[in-house]
Nanobody
Framework: VQLQASGGGLVQPGDSLRLSCVASGRISSIANMAWYRQVPGNQREWVATITSTGIRRYGGSVQGRFTITSDFAKKMVWLQMDNLSPEDTGVYYC???????????????WGQGTQVTVSS
């Protein structure tokens, strides 16, 4: 299973950006998918999660500004980021708990990351 994130870039404060992540490989089902971000020298920070039942959770610093959506049938998840600030700068990683075979435990996977830079 591979996760491929895309959509990062350089934007100005107050701008919006939409990240995408697609899962590929042997996939039976997806339990949940999430976004994390990391700034060099800091620990990876959880941003948002969406479950297969549509439950969404957000980190406190992005609540009200970011929206996570998904289409698990298409094995995709998106992160809509609005009103971006320089503090949102970092490498954004896609993460998923994915089942390769029915009736087996999920395995956690990470994507390669996409850079988001918010600067004037």
């Amino acid at each position: 299973v591979q996760l491929q994130a895309s959509g990062g870039g350089l934007v100005q404060p107050g701008d919006s950006l939409r990240l995408s992540c697609v899962a590929s490989g042997r996939i039976s089902s997806i339990a949940n998918m999430a976004w994390y971000r990391q700034v060099p020298g800091n620990q990876r920070e959880w941003v948002a999660t969406i479950t297969s039942t549509g439950i969404r959770r957000y980190g406190g610093s992005v609540q009200g500004r970011f929206t996570i959506t998904s289409d698990f049938a298409k094995k995709m998840v998106w992160l809509q980021m609005d009103n971006l600030s320089p503090e949102d700068t970092g490498v954004y990683y896609c993460n998923g708990d994915i089942r390769s075979r029915a009736f087996t435990p999920t395995t956690n996977y990470w994507g390669q990351g996409t850079q988001v830079t918010v600067s004037s």
